[in-house]
């Protein structure tokens, strides 16, 4: 991945991660439409970035509006993970 020129010459002291899950498919207010999969990739994105920063990185999960509430649980439970693994 190519990190942006912008991100790399402003060397945050820290990053604030918003981990929406209006992002995936069924949810009744986001039209993004993400697979489970899609939305683990993001996250993963997010964090493997911060890790290799050293960046302290603050996350909030925030939307959700699925009809299917085990879906939701499984990306909250995925973008758990995928913090752990990164800075695990």
């Known amino acids: 991945m190519v990190e942006s020129t ?3 010459a ?9 981990a929406g899950a209006d992002v995936l498919e069924g949810d009744q207010l986001g039209r ?4 489970l999969d ?3 990739a993001r996250d993963e994105r997010v964090f493997g970035w911060a890790a290799r920063q050293h960046l302290p990185l603050v996350t909030v999960m ?3 509006y699925n ?3 085990l879906k939701l649980v499984q ?9 752990l693994t990164a800075f695990g």
């Open 62 to 64: 925030a939307g959700g």
């Open 38 to 40: 899609g939305v683990r």
């Open 32 to 35: 993004l439409a993400l697979t």
């Open 6 to 8: 912008v991100v790399a």
């Open 10 to 18: 402003f060397r945050p002291d820290f990053a604030f991660y918003l």
């Open 75 to 83: 990306a909250r439970l995925g973008t758990l993970d995928a913090a």
């Open 67 to 69: 009809r299917d509430s």
